[in-house]
């Protein structure tokens, strides 16, 4: 154990001086070449900090989407703006020249996943070895220079046979770099000084700067990297540019002159594995290591302290097993996108396929609620409940592992004017009993009851077969903290709009009840083929249920149904359906069946349903709908409304008349 310790030691030592001031992350092999542009370099997070970070972490993501539409992985760098104030955001990001698309892609995601871990705080600058990528709410497009994001980082060893005569001679060589790099960039390699390796010098500023701004960011940094001197490799990286030297060859010969980029080029050289070396590695990272140890112990106490019986249930994955799984988390494999996270497609060695959920949700500061989370969804286990694979939690990564459900989600199919024809109304019954299934398990049979809060076609995943899942429950604790922070101390409100019940949105009542509600109106949604927070008809104040009330009440439920399917259904079933529907979605909270008695409703044709009372929103004088903007929110693009809570909890809470977590 002993021999096993002290060489575990001796890898952190020299895999922190490959990566400085990074944050180590999981690896199971030793770096290899070109590793260097992926390596976390420096994370800073803005100082300003939102209570609901959910719009803004909502901008972020279509941020990035816009970027990666706007070919930015040709062009290597791109910035764009997204959102209202105040969350709209800014973001910009750049890969080096020497980078191949490949590899600035590669690069662009992992950048993409460290920013995230700023929230709540309002974004952040990123430095990987290869890129760069920067979000804020408010235009930093031309800035050079930023008390709060500048970093300085001067590496742990210095030059053999160097004496203070020869600071002129490498002050020279920057400046002479940062000459020829103003407005376009520059790279150059110096010969070998006083019997010593060569010097690479690499100095960028971002494209959106003029030359002047660029000038005097470059000069700043050349003063800042030549006062790291003797040291062997040094950065300056200032909120408008970037200067790197190193004695290493950090980018390509090739392209050593003129290249553009707005982000720094690291590659991690390893030094010789004497023991002399490992000293001196060890001595110069000191610091750093304290502060990988502190967050390693933080979460190995968590780990230990977490239910023993937990992962007897379910596998601790590998964070590299994962990352080869999803090829590096690329772009190709990604099945979607929330606030809470990026959902990936998997491919382990075995030939299994998974889905991957990787969270915002920081696993040093949230493990205890991470943990609790995977305690209760390991517990649960049903045929239309989304399998609960495993996890894998170090001091970056909180990732998720399910079963991978082949058709995805139901929307896909539901609102799709041509794939909506697979589903026959006998697939449409099943989903309709399966969901009933599912969250009658939840809300009954579980160890303790579970109130999803974000019951919605694209929650309901489908298998080959097209048999339901229930996706996203169970992931309420990662709230916990946020919660806390609501200053009347009251429920935290999560959902979407168009599926939310009238209490739980007004009142923030959460019951079992609040989910029946969501259920009734996906019902009328498989019916009808009609998306509820899309739905539109010449009453501009209608709902789907309001519509859908109408058409009932008049007996017209036939001309309500999807045309794909009008030649399918029996007209009583069809009622009786659509009566299921109307009574999990009546105003009154207690009058709404149980999902127990809507799999009793659903499967028993006689036994006699109860009359459903008017639908919320309804005014009985005027016949039609009311408060459809406060339903709605202020437009037709604003179908979400979270209060007081991230977007990544968005679909979540967990709720018990047996125990309230």
Known sequence: MAEHHHSFMFFLCLLSAIRLAAVAQEHEEPLKKGDGHFVLLTKVCEKKKFENVTNFVVNYNEANSILIRENFFALKAGQTSTGKTPYKIYLMAACYEDLSMDQCHNCYIQSRYHLPTCFPWAGGLVHLGGCFLRAANYNFFHEFSSPTMDEKICGPTTMKNYDESHRESIRRMVYGTVKNAIGIGAADTFPALFGSAPLYVQANCWKTLDRFSCAACLDESASAVVSCLPATEAWSLKAGCVIHYSDYPFFEEGKSSNIRSTAITFVGYVLGATMLCVLAICTGILAGKVTYDRRNRQLAATIAGADGDLFKRVLKFKYATLEKATHHFSEANKLGQGGFGEVFKGTLADGREIAVKRLYANPTSQSEEIFNEMNVISHCHHKNLVRFLGCSITTLDSILVYEFVPNKSLNLFLFDSEKKKELDWKKRLGIIKGTADGLAYLHE??????????????????????????????????????????????????????????????????????????????????????????????????????????????????????????????????????????????????????????????????????????????????????????????????????QNVPDFCKSHHISSTKHRL
Request: net charge negative; aromatic share 8%.
């Open 445 to 642: 049979d579980c160890q303790i009851v579970i109130v999803h809060r974000d019951i919605k076609a694209s929650n309901i995943l489908l298998d080959l077969r097209f048999r339901p899942k229930i996706a996203d429950f169970g992931l309420a604790r990662i709230c916990a903290d946020h919660a806390k922070g609501d200053p009347k101390g009251g429920i935290v409100i999560a959902g979407t709009f168009g599926y939310m019940s009238p209490e739980y949105l007004t009142h923030g009542q959460l019951t079992e009840k609040v989910d029946v509600y969501s259920y009734g109106v996906i019902v009328l949604e498989i019916v009808t083929g009609i998306q509820s927070n899309h739905f539109t008809s010449d009453e501009s104040l209608e709902t789907l249920v309001t519509w859908t009330w109408k058409h009932y009440k008049s007996s017209k439920v036939s001309d309500i149904i999807d045309e794909s399917i009008k030649d399918q259904v029996d007209e009583e079933e069809l009622k009786r359906v659509v009566q299921v529907g109307l009574l999990c979605t009546q105003e009154a909270a207690a009058l709404r069946p149980t999902m127990q008695e809507v799999i009793q409703m659903l499967r028993r044709n006689d036994q006699q349903l109860p009359e459903p009372s008017k639908p919320p929103f309804f005014d009985d004088t005027l016949g039609s709908a009311k408060n459809h903007k406060f339903l709605y929110g202020s437009s037709r693009g604003d179908s979400q409304r979270h």
